[in-house]
């Protein structure tokens, strides 16, 4: 192996297996080093998204989705089912192929762009100099001219809830639960607990979320929030706001766990398994040698400008591993601007338009402000609103939960924020964040022809509702 290359990405998750990917497609010598093993000990690609996030939840959401649309909601449409089963082993067996598929894909797309894959654990030293000990153990040094730091994050462990991967788990350990627990209990009721929470639920569990906070999802829209809380209640989701975990006890195979409750009460819980999804935190463990001389701020994050840039010249840092909000995509196109920087191009990236999913059944995604935000900013706003019970596709589809927010600015009209809780929200977000992109006003949207009959429509009718000329609701025309 050679040991000087222009670039060196440490870390292979969506930021940097597709800096590298990006890097080596602009003709600069490119190696990424990963330090995940397989169960079988070799290195894999893909990190956390590919192999204990976006993917494997994805994979199990779906399945979930599936079992329980079978056993509850087909006796509407007139079709009958005598009985629903689910084998667990088989459920996990797929979601482990997908998983092989997509990480083999990576190493595939590498040698296809001509990075080179390197195997073990990288440091970062001082002059660009980065350490690989391979996973046998043995330490070389490579020579890099330019170095993006990778790593992406951890789950963030809470003491007074120490995860065992037996009774209490954390998301990694949640994706390989084998049998459904009869009661499940879920610390957190942010994206990722929902997401896992939902999973068991349709399978059968009696799952209860302690989330800390009086509001529910606070970084949301709060209608959006609003509407969301009450469509989970109804599916059963039992979620308690204000309930802060103070301890736990595992009694044979249960766990005991004691909250506060906001009014200072003290509360206990029992549960058959305990998943912990409190957030992430960034993986820098082992990544900075001292006198590397990268900063790293009060957060932990490695600090960065808005090009990714750290304070070393030539050292870049993206994805989880920096400021913002840690998901798949957001790296992903840090790591392309990364890329493209090096090689001397102008890229940039555009924070303000980052679509944010919860992928539960409805999904909740955003794009752009918040109308708390729009309002706290003090600029005037038009907001048009459309629900999903008055969509005939989403009748068709007995999927009528939910709505469709746009917030325009009332003077120029360009939409400033999307907020959707509804039937494929994820994908009619992105509709309108490319829209967004383009600088579209709320009128260039409800100008534009959408087919019939789609969910889409509801984007389209909340786009006319604000300014006032929804067809297919009564209009309640609103500048704030
Ligand atoms: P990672 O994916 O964490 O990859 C970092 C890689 O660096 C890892 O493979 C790690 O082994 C490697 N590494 C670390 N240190 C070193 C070192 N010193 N040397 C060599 N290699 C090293 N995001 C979404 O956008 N959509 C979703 O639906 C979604 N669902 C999620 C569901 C779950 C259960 C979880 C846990 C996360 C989910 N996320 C989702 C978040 C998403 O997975 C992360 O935002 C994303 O993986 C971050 O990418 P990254 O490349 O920055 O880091
Ligand atoms: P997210 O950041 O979306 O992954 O959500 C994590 C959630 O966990 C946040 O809403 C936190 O308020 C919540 N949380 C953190 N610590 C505790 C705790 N001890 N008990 C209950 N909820 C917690």
Redesign the pocket.
Known sequence: MSNHFDVVV????????VAAIRAAQLGLKTAC????KNTDGKGV??????????I???ALLDSSQKFHETAKDLSVHGISVDSVDIDISAMLERKNKIINQLTGGIAGLFKANGVTALY????LLSGKKVELTDNEGSVSLIDAQNVIL??????ISIPVAPVDNDLILD??G??EIEEVPKRLGVIGAG??GL??GSVWARLGSEVILLEALDDFLAIMDKAIAKESKKIFSKQGLDIRLGARVTGTKINGREVEVTYKTSGGEELSQTFDKLIVCVG?RP?T???LAPGCGVDVDERGSVFVNEFCATNVPGVYA????VRGP???????EE?VMVAERIAGHKAQMNYDIVPN?I?THPEVASVGLTEEQVKAGGEPYNVGVFPFSASGRAMAANDTDGLVKIIANADTDRILGCHIVGPSAADLTQQVAIAMEFGSSAEDLGMTVFGHPTLSEAVHEAALAVNGSAIHIANRKRRS
Request: hydrophobic share 30%; glycine share 20%.
């Open positions: 440490i870390g292979s998750g969506p930021a940097g297996y080093i990963e330090k995940w690609n893909g990190g956390t998204c590919l192999n204990v996030g976006c494997p939840s994805k073990g654990t990288g440091k990778a790593s992406g994050s951890l789950p998301s990694t949640a994706l994206v990722i997401e896992l992430r993986y463990d082992g990544l993206v994805g989880d591993l840690m998901l798949a995509h957001k790296g992903s790591g999913v992928y």
